[in-house]
């Protein structure tokens, strides 16, 4: 995996964006990383990373890739997804 600044994405003109989990507690923390379901910002500390299985094909064929992709999530959508993936 090559490695890539991740806070380069969220450059856009001279807005940086702030971890919003760290805003709810009173602390101003550049965010590195994006969440995929709901869009706020988060720090290192805050984001959560899941690796979600990925098949791809047709069934019969159906071929599991050995490599999950990895989700960025805030806790709140974390949590939730997890609940919804065990129900
Ligand atoms: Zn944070
Ligand atoms: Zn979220």
């Not at 299985?53 to 990895?70: I, K």
């Amino acid at each position: 995996m090559p490695q890539s600044p991740e806070g380069e994405l969220l450059r856009s003109g001279d807005i940086m964006m702030k971890c919003y989990d760290c805003m709810e507690e009173d602390k101003d923390t550049d965010a590195t990383s994006v969440c995929i379901v709901c869009g706020k910002g988060i720090c290192t500390g805050h984001k959560k990373e899941l690796e979600l299985p990925v098949t791809v094909g047709q069934p019969p064929n159906v071929e599991r890739l050995p490599r999950g992709l990895p989700r960025i999530m805030c806790h709140y959508c974390f949590d939730q997804t997890i609940e919804e993936g065990f129900d």
